[in-house]
């Protein structure tokens, strides 16, 4: 699967923006501080599939890509986390 996200900010705030062959939707992120570079909101199970037009169990694969590639582009040698309403991404 062909996939790719890019980091965007508007007037309105940042976000992540996820895209694949199925589908393409947006993440909204809050920056943090020193340690902790920001957090990506994560929709909740209910609207998952509403919100990003996926299945519930392509959640944590998608999660898990968006975390990889964010802290290589944006943190690089930082780390991750994922929670059920958050990716924390933190600095090395």
Known sequence: MD????????????????TSEKT??????????????????????????????TKVSEKQGILQFIAQEMVEKQAPGGEYQITDCYIKIFRE
């Open 24 to 53: 393409s939707f947006k993440l909204k992120f809050e920056e943090g501080d020193d340690f902790l570079l920001g957090l990506i909101v994560v929709p909740e199970d209910a609207d998952w599939e509403h919100d990003t037009q």
């Open 3 to 18: 996939e790719k996200i890019e980091f965007k900010g508007s007037k309105k705030g940042q976000y992540i923006q996820y």
